[in-house]
């Protein structure tokens, strides 16, 4: 593959899961290395990108996120030694350097960020190992953007967001002046913040401009000129060479023949289009199904002493499709679990109908996935009774083909598993669905 982006450019990695958005990532990282060709970036040129480790540190919030702007903590490290050594006048060259990348404003710069992210100003001061997974995952976001960088690489940054910080993000990401690598799987972030596409397809890469419907209204009209130049080939290679195998015996006409089987054989052959989405599947219709399937009457849940739910009721009915929102910590997990039968109220009363079949989805369980199991087992352990051919044709409507599916789970994507656990709640039939964040590692297709 081949492309270029260029100093400012702000830039979508589009593709489906395994087609190498993160190996791409990993090589600007100078993690990886090309077997063959050549990469190459503006020397000198600061990257930041979102750490993958959740620090357990006793480091207060506000100092971990101000460790991102590294020039900044490596000219206070030479200043306490200059100042330990009653160097003057080294002292004096580093406070001006530290006025002239800004560094007298690293803690509010720093609060702005952890404030668009959703922290209050009491929590700042929090030691980085009293947070939980999802919001020091927040943090690592934030010391990313407190880097002074010239290459910003993000990969799925608004899984863990609510609606409000990822409306904050996307302003940032607006006003960031360097260049900016973005793997998402929200079309309207993509929109909002990107001005290229870089799609990755068939081990190919192509650099598309504009935002992402526009990428998509592109690659379509490319997709389709390319089927329709593919189908005038093939009748017009059909034509030839349907001349050459009435003529090539007869001695009037050999000499034509062999010209065209030449012209045959110098075709540069255009391929059939070709579109990576492999996914096709539709829900069963369930067995039984009562009005209502649920009912929560004055629920009231508490962790640790702290009021999660305060009193809530709510009754579900067949057919109904119902939106959760609000803040982080506003209690969406909680009453999701709440229904699903996971925790139960200290006050109140839920009450479940006798057909009710849950399908529940949450990011917990992909890690309760069977690592050394594959897909086919999986499905073969819910129903034994099933032929293998028809767990594979199920498998295969949600991207699981051919080898794939005797694989052991253990090496499989974060997409790849939240699939498989998508098929597996798809094949129990379920008649309520109850999805927390469904959609967080899975590709746009």
């Known amino acids: 593959m081949s492309f270029t982006v260029y100093s400012g450019q702000r830039v979508g990695i589009s593709g489906a899961n395994g087609c190498g958005k993160s190996s791409l990532f990993a090589m600007v990282r100078d993690e990886l290395h090309a077997d063959t060709g050549d990469f190459s970036i503006q020397s000198g040129f600061i990257i930041a990108h979102v750490a993958q480790e959740l620090a357990a540190t006793e480091q207060a919030a506000l100092e971990f996120v101000i460790d991102g702007d590294a020039e900044l903590r490596d000219i206070q490290a030479k200043l306490a030694q200059a100042e330990q050594q009653n160097d003057g006048h080294r002292s004096a060259e580093l406070y001006a350097e530290l006025e002239t990348i800004h560094g007298y404003t690293a803690n509010s710069r720093a609060a702005i960020l952890l404030s668009g992210l959703g922290f209050k100003a009491a929590e700042l001061t929090n030691p980085v190992s009293t947070f939980s997974g999802g919001w020091r995952v927040r943090l690592n976001l934030a010391k990313a953007l407190m880097c002074r960088s010239d290459l910003l690489l993000l990969d799925e ?48 890469a192509l650099l598309y401009t504009g935002n992402y419907s526009q990428f998509e209204r592109a690659r379509a009209e490319r997709l389709a000129q ?8 093939q009748k017009e290679r059909a034509h030839m060479q349907s001349f050459v ?25 255009i391929s059939a289009a070709h579109i990576d989405s492999p996914f096709h599947f539709e829900f069963f219709k369930p067995s039984r199904v009562s009005n209502p399937l649920i009912k929560v009457e004055k629920a009231t849940l508490a962790y640790d002493d702290k009021l999660i739910l305060d009193s809530v009721s709510l009754s579900i009915k067949p057919g109904d499709r119902l939106a959760l929102l609000g803040p982080n910590g506003a209690g969406k997990s909680t009453l999701i679990k709440l229904l699903a039968g996971q925790s139960s109220p200290s006050n109140g009363t839920v009450s479940a109908a006798e057909s009710l079949n849950i399908g529940y989805f949450a990011q917990h369980q992909l890690e309760q996935l069977d690592p050394t199991a594959s897909p086919l087992l999986h499905l073969q352990r819910l129903d034994k009774k099933a032929t293998e ?3 594979r044709n199920f498998l295969g409507g949600f991207g699981f083909h051919g080898d794939k599916t005797l694989e052991a789970v253990a090496p499989f994507s974060g997409g790849e598993k939240a699939r498989l656990v ?24």
């Open 422 to 445: 998508l098929a597996i709640l798809v094949y129990q039939k379920p008649n309520l669905l109850l999805l927390d964040e469904p959609t967080n590692h899975l590709d746009i297709e």
């Open 157 to 204: 940054p608004t899984n863990h967001l609510d609606l409000d910080a990822v409306i904050w993000l996307q302003e940032w990401l607006q006003n960031y002046a360097g260049t900016l690598l973005l793997i998402s799987h929200d079309r309207d972030f993509l929109d909002a913040v990107v001005g290229h596409v870089l799609h990755i397809e068939q081990q190919n």
């Open 389 to 391: 051919r028809d767990l």
């Open 245 to 269: 195998d009435r003529f090539k015996a007869k001695a009037t006409k050999a000499k034509q023949a062999q010209s065209r089987l030449k012209a045959l054989q110098r075709m540069e052959l």
């Open 226 to 233: 390319q089927q329709s130049n593919y189908e005038r080939q």
